[in-house]
């Protein structure tokens, strides 16, 4: 009987360090939003890739910082939950900023990990002699099994990556089928859709009190999608930004969204969106449960 291999790999470092673009780029589809806003990925993503005959689950988690608000909080702590059953850790560090106060407090919380290592994302945006000494600097703080040196956006250097994180997997049974797959309920995909489209066309405008709820999705007559979805926003003045002139800032996020469903899933679907001012929408417990995180009082 063929061996089979099967374990997690919790990707963890700061936030806009690259690590959904990183997660969506082994997939080779849209798994995690992407946006030049930090603090973006909310929730732990699963990806299921496999390697061979060795599955790699993958966590993708929210990008770690100073959490302020109560959102922030379940988000920094969803990512620290992930670790505690991870097989592996990947770190994924912005070789543009280095090594950063916040990534040396994170190397701090990951370091007696028996599996550990780190990811230099957007080396093709550094010197390549500068690349050696952050690596080397990086072996003085934690017992790394390997550095890689990679470019996500350009797909420079994953193959390798993959390749050696599943030489670590244990041996084991199939946690999920043996194809690659994601494990995100299809309502949070949608919506995780959405708002990667609000914050690419207002990110400058709008705060992260901002949430998108895909409260139904009905089969019509002629096959199409139709997908009604919520946009949760703390006070009217986030409303008006979000709803633009006329209504033509929503039509554009909307617009934007479909086609990137269309494009996801194959289907002909029909988007329909509706802004509601909630102005203590952080302070629900129904609002965390329904994105995977734990509501604290």
Do not use: C
Not at 129 to 158: H, Y
Not at 160 to 181: G, H, Q, R, T, W
């Amino acid at each position: 009987m063929t061996k089979t291999y099967s374990g997690f790999i919790t990707i963890v470092g700061p936030t806009n360090a690259g690590k959904s673009t990183l997660m969506n780029q082994i997939m080779g589809r849209k798994v995690s939003i992407v946006s030049h806003k930090v603090q973006t990925t909310r929730t732990n993503l699963r990806a299921i890739k496999m390697v061979g005959a060795r599955q790699l689950v993958f966590v993708d988690t929210p990008g770690v910082f100073r959490p302020n608000r109560r959102l922030d909080r379940a988000m920094v702590a969803a990512a620290m939950d992930a670790l505690s059953d991870a097989d592996a850790v990947l770190l994924i560090i912005d070789a543009t900023k280095g090594i950063t106060d916040t990534v040396r407090s994170l190397i701090e919380k990951i370091r007696d990990h028996k599996n550990l290592f780190v990811a230099l994302n957007k080396t093709d945006a550094v010197h390549k002699g500068d690349l050696l000494p952050l690596a080397a600097e990086l072996n003085t703080l934690a017992p790394f099994g390997e550095i890689f040196m990679i470019s996500a956006v350009k797909n420079d250097g994953v193959a390798e990556m993959l390749n050696s994180l599943a030489a670590v997997m244990p041996e084991s049974p199939y946690l999920f089928e043996a194809a690659d797959a994601t494990d995100v309920p299809d309502n949070l995909y949608l919506a995780e859709l959405t708002r990667e489209k609000i914050y690419r066309f207002i990110h400058q405008e709008l705060p992260y009190h901002i949430n998108v709820v895909t409260e139904r999705v009905d089969v019509a007559d002629d096959g199409v999608l139709d997908i009604y979805q919520k946009i949760v926003v703390a006070s009217e003045g986030h409303k008006k930004i979000v709803v633009g002139r006329g209504g033509a800032q929503l039509k554009k996020i909307g617009t934007a969204a479909r086609h990137d469903i269309q494009d996801q899933w194959g289907v002909n679907a029909r988007l329909h969106l509706f802004v509601r001012v909630e102005e203590n929408w952080e302070d629900t417990a129904e609002n965390y449960t329904d994105q995977g995180l734990e509501f604290k009082k």
